[in-house]
């Protein structure tokens, strides 16, 4: 089992920048695709990047493209969102996700909220 907890979200003004982290337990962490969604009231959830076990690569929606980096450390069972040049409607509950057979996401964080003011 994996459980999830993310943590760096909040207030920031627009164009600026935020680093999300998301702990992860469990032995098997490095077999895991791991990847980060958001969620705005009112929205469906979308994807927003995600990168395979260690030796893949990583991917992006359009959304990310340009502006969110996608990173892991298996060393410290962690994953990270470095997002750059916020925009208001980048305002959502981020929610890291783990998958070891994509794309069915097995487990769930419980999210952190960012809020971006213009």
């Known amino acids: 089992q994996v459980q999830l907890v993310e943590s760096g979200g909040g207030l920031v003004q627009a164009g600026g920048s935020l680093r999300l982290s998301c702990a992860a337990s469990?032995?098997?962490?490095?077999?895991?695709?791991m990847g980060w969604f958001r969620q705005a009231p009112g929205k469906e959830r979308e994807f927003v990047a995600r990168?395979?076990?260690?030796?893949?690569?990583?991917y992006y929606s359009d959304l990310a493209k340009g502006r969110f980096t996608i990173s892991r450390d298996d060393a410290k069972n962690a994953v990270y969102l470095q997002m750059n040049s916020l925009k208001p409607e980048d305002t959502a509950v981020y929610l890291c996700?783990?998958?070891?057979?994509?794309?069915?996401?097995?487990?769930w964080g419980q999210g952190t909220q960012v809020t971006v003011s213009s």
């Open positions: 990168i395979e076990p260690t030796g893949g690569g990583t």
């Open positions: 469990g032995r098997t962490f490095s077999m895991y695709g």
């Open positions: 996700a783990a998958a070891y057979i994509f794309p069915r996401v097995d487990y």
